[in-house]
């Protein structure tokens, strides 16, 4: 593996740095939904234009066709130029493009894959119940063939920006006699279909950003089912899989600079002995371990993106890297809280007074998106390093 960049990656590297230092919007993303959406759909379209949309997608699909190290790249210069993170046009770009790329008819590709890559459609994804959460193979909401459609009952969970998206990845039982992940089916499901009931659902950090929605006779038509007919754990595999390779790029080259912010508070903040933080040799032990755990996990990066353009897919060792990320992440909010002390409570709705106490409560959730840690562990065992299946 050759972890050097060559002349064309820094090439690119110039000209994205330079594109984004004349173009990243200077005012912070609203923090209420309806605005935050459009500021999202407006930097994309952004994008767009300015010919950045798409950087490792290929060419025939409206994307760029670069390497996934261009990928890699890109993200660190948008966390260098203080970017938007994607918010609600990660499904999009990450999870239902990709999944239509590799899976989707082209009438799918052609209608949809312009519309995520221009800001015009946001995506959200419904996979998880109130049942079926880490366990996604136990999916009951059902889908009924009925003609050319697909009649859909039951209720999704935890569904990010699901009150304002335009299109969803959903995944239902086609088959009522079928167990566990066989007779599911992944269907894309317009937001705007009748029958479909979205209730946001307020979380620990006062955002509204996830919902409940409910699915009451919707009516989906069969064309728009991705991979066939009881095809959708292969499919949401293919998704997920997608998600661990490239959806926490932006959070392992976000980890550097939090360390340097937290590194910065540690000479500027006391603790309760009278101390500077930075003066505790376990404060500064931590800090040194977790500097070693961030370079790591871009080393595992590189490593996982070469297997990816040799063999043109990612295997279970995606799960290596997402749970090692979300495990350095939660310690390094751990180690802002003892630093901070009783100052760690100091939490408003606006994240003004207290940005830290914000990250420390969003490490939680990292380590259940995209597959809880349990069940990262558990692909670990299972399909690295062999061992028996738990009875």
């Not at 910065?264 to 603790?271: H, I, K, N, Q, Y």
Request: net charge neutral; aromatic share 8%.
């Amino acid at each position: 593996m050759n972890l050097d960049y060559t002349q064309a990656d820094e090439a690119f590297r110039a000209k994205a740095r330079s594109w984004l230092s004349a173009n990243v919007p200077r005012q912070q993303r609203p923090t209420a939904e309806a605005a935050a959406g459009q500021f999202d759909r407006d930097w994309q379209r952004k994008l767009y234009e300015g010919g950045w949309a798409g950087i490792s997608w290929p060419a025939t699909h409206g994307g760029l066709g670069l390497s996934a190290i261009q990928q890699l790249i890109w993200h660190e210069e948008e966390a260098r130029a203080g970017a938007p993170g994607l918010n609600s046009r990660s499904i999009g770009l990450q999870h239902g493009g990709p999944t239509l790329i590799s899976r989707g008819s082209s009438e799918q590709q052609a209608f949809h894959l312009p519309k995520i890559l221009s800001g015009e459609a946001i995506w959200c994804q419904g996979f998880s119940e109130p049942g079926a959460g880490s366990d996604l193979a136990a999916v009951s909401t059902r889908g009924e063939v009925d003609g050319d459609h697909l009649v859909v009952n039951g209720q999704k969970t935890w569904t990010s920006y699901g009150h304002y998206a335009d299109y969803q990845e959903l995944l239902v039982r086609t088959d009522p006699q079928s167990r566990r992940h066989h007779g599911l089916s992944w269907i894309i499901c317009d937001m705007k279909t009748p029958g479909i009931t979205v209730q946001p659902i307020v979380n620990m950090m006062g955002e509204r950003h996830v919902n409940v929605v409910f699915y009451d006779n919707v009516r989906i038509p069969l064309s728009n089912l991705v991979g066939g007919l009881g095809e959708g754990w292969s499919v949401a595999m293919s998704t997920l899989s997608i998600e661990r390779a490239f959806s926490l790029l932006p959070d392992q080259i976000e980890l550097l600079q939090k360390l340097d912010h937290v590194l910065d508070l540690s000479r500027r903040t006391r603790l309760s002995d009278g101390r500077l933080a930075i003066e505790d040799q376990e404060v500064t032990r931590k800090l040194a371990r977790l500097r070693a755990e961030a370079l790591s996990l871009r080393a595992m990066t590189l490593g996982l993106i070469t297997r990816i353009e040799r063999f043109g897919k990612l295997g279970p060792e995606g799960s290596l890297l997402k749970l090692a990320t979300t495990n350095t992440y939660k310690a390094l909010c751990e180690l802002t809280e003892s630093i901070l002390g009783w100052r760690f409570l100091e939490y408003g709705e606006d994240r003004s007074s207290n940005r830290w106490t914000y990250e420390f409560m969003w490490s939680w959730v990292l380590t259940i998106s995209g597959g809880s840690s349990e069940i990262q562990r558990e692909i670990i065992a299972d399909r690295l390093l062999e061992l028996p299946r738990a009875r």
